[in-house]
């Protein structure tokens, strides 16, 4: 029986196998990529579903809870509001003026005042040296009354004309005499317009010249 041949181990051949034998097998590629992005998953989830939650919040819970506030407190401002206007609204016309009725309106106390202009006369007794100027309105009751006087209103400043003529620097000088005047005028005006047309006289320019 013929004796089998033993091949010695090479030196090489017991390094190789002992370097196979001990040294661990790697990964595969595609292992290790799953594990990475495994890790990474949690914070890409994270990053993608942060915008819809804040949208989510703001849209369900923020915007209903601030369209109820401002519902709420929008009647009571707006009644405060018109409170205040009307208040403000009541002073002004509780302030303000009534017209003087320059132009033949209702005046305070159901008056109308007509202004009647200027009026230059020469003094009685200055042979033409001395004048009396006047400015006044007349104030009476009547729808009429502008009517009344813009009709005659030539005739009465001739009637008013002759009345101031007649005074002298004496009279004027007198104590009272405005008002002594004040009433002749009416008087000659009412005997033009009739009784109780013109109730009141203004001065609101008296001056010798």
Known sequence: MPATKEVPATANGAAKGEGAASA?????ADVARAGGLKA?????????????????????????????????TA??????????????????????????????????????????GKVL?????????RYLLT????AGAGADFKTKIEENK?????LASGTLSTKTI???????????????LISVFNNALGKGVVQEIYFTEFAIQ
């Open 24 to 28: 661990p097998a790697s990964p595969p």
């Open 40 to 72: 990474w998953l949690p914070l890409v989830v994270t990053l993608v579903a942060m915008p819809a939650l804040a949208y989510a919040l703001t849209t369900l819970v923020l915007l209903p809870k601030l369209k109820a506030a401002i519902n709420a």
């Open 75 to 116: 009647p009571s401002e707006a009644a405060e509001f018109t409170g205040s206007g009307e208040e403000k609204g009541s002073k002004n016309e509780r302030s303000r003026p009534e017209k003087s009725g320059s132009e033949g309106h209702g005046a305070k106390g159901g008056k109308f005042n007509y202004p009647f």
């Open 121 to 129: 006369v020469n003094i009685s007794g200055s042979q033409g040296t």
């Open 135 to 138: 400015t006044f309105t007349l």
């Open 154 to 158: 030539d005739h009465l400043v001739d």
């Open 170 to 184: 004496a009279d004027l000088e007198k104590p009272g005499m405005r008002n002594l005047i004040r009433s002749e």
